[in-house]
């Protein structure tokens, strides 16, 4: 059983583009993330969503959303996709807050040409 | 929040002890020290989390000193399959918008 999953895998897009990553998490956690991990394999954090409360990176252009439907998805939707923007993406969830063991995604290398 | 610094690289042989220290010299009161691994292609994976002293469990151990300015992960006699990037995180209790895993230790682990 896939604990937290992403589509796609693999996303490959122009410029100017809009796309949306999906994730979905099977355990019944309250809390999402979504990080970004660059080519030197630098980790941030860009959201973290329960169904309170959204906390977002202020570093994250506001091309970035987050939607979530429910508690077990939390979508990531990037608007006008620049150069900069290739990298993984990976989603997590974990039971509650940050000292939660976060349980990560597969990611999502998203490459914009 | 508690930068963290860690060796970028680290080599051992299958069956030897590994130690890797992490420095957070501004680590708060509140704060969890936790490290994740990382193989290749795939996200990461807990390993262990501690508050002070000493943490042990099937996979590692976690040596904190008193004043918890650093960390060492443990991890006994490593094998092949324990080549892997290991991440140091210090993780606010009350919560952080500024959460970065930093760059990491690779462990290439030899015959």
């Known amino acids: 059983d896939t604990a937290v999953s992403q589509t796609p895998k693999y996303l490959v897009t122009q410029m100017g583009n809009d796309k949306s990553i999906k994730c979905e998490q099977n355990l019944g956690h309250d809390t999402m993330y979504w990080y970004k991990q660059d080519s030197k394999k630098f980790l941030k954090i860009m959201f973290s969503y329960n169904n309170k409360e959204l906390i977002i990176n202020e570093t994250v252009p506001n091309r970035f959303s987050p939607k979530s439907p429910d508690k077990a998805h939390l979508n990531l939707h990037i608007n006008s996709l620049e150069l900069g923007d290739s990298a993984v993406y990976f989603c997590?969830?974990?039971?509650?807050?940050?000292?939660?063991?976060?349980?990560f995604g597969p990611g999502t290398r998203l490459t914009v040409l | 929040l508690a930068k963290t610094t860690q060796p970028i690289s680290m080599d051992s042989y299958e069956g030897q002890e590994v130690n890797i220290t992490c420095s957070h010299n501004n680590i708060a009161t509140n704060d969890y020290i936790t490290w994740y691994q990382q193989f290749p292609s795939q996200g990461p994976r807990f390993i262990i989390q501690g508050y002070k002293t000493k943490v042990t469990n099937e996979v590692a151990s976690l040596f904190i000193p008193a004043d918890r300015k650093s960390s060492t992960l443990s991890l006994p006699r490593v094998s092949l399959s324990d080549t892997a990037v290991y991440y140091c995180l210090v993780v606010p209790t009350g919560g952080g918008n500024k959460l970065t895993f930093g760059t990491g230790t690779q462990l290439k682990v030899e015959l």
């Open positions: 997590a969830s974990s039971t509650s807050g940050y000292t939660d063991t976060q349980y």
